[in-house]
């Protein structure tokens, strides 16, 4: 099990620009999966992005274009740039690792608003 750790949500306005973070509890790449996925109130959690073992990234339709994933070298840390942020990407973001089990972090909430 590996303990995450999920910062930088916050308020942006429409077009605005925001940077999270995960911090893991150690080491998971490139055993485990990185990811992100979100839930916006009265809806289900959905996937956002992945980075897969071989460090590929993969991203929901919705966000292809305006989100990018990447990681620290050393394992530790990935990230989610959202950029063009629109209303509709207002949700709590989560990271999540998974190898089999998934774990997951409490979450961040970002808001997008004018």
């Known amino acids: 099990q590996v303990q995450l750790a999920e910062s930088g949500g916050g308020l942006v306005r429409p077009g605005g620009s925001l940077r999270l973070s995960c911090e893991a509890s150690?080491?998971?790449?490139?055993?485990?999966?990185m990811a992100w996925h979100r839930q916006a109130p009265g809806k289900e959690r959905e996937f956002v992005a992945a980075l897969d073992a071989g460090g590929s990234p993969n991203y929901a339709e919705s966000v292809k274009g305006r989100f990018t994933i990447s990681r620290e070298r050393s394992g530790k840390k990935f990230f989610l740039q959202m950029n063009s942020l629109e209303p509709e990407d207002t949700a709590v973001y989560y990271c999540?690792?998974?190898?089999?089990?998934?774990?997951w972090g409490q979450g961040t909430q970002v808001t997008v608003s004018s």
């Open positions: 999540s690792a998974h190898s089999g089990v998934t774990d």
């Open positions: 150690r080491s998971i790449f490139p055993t485990k999966v």
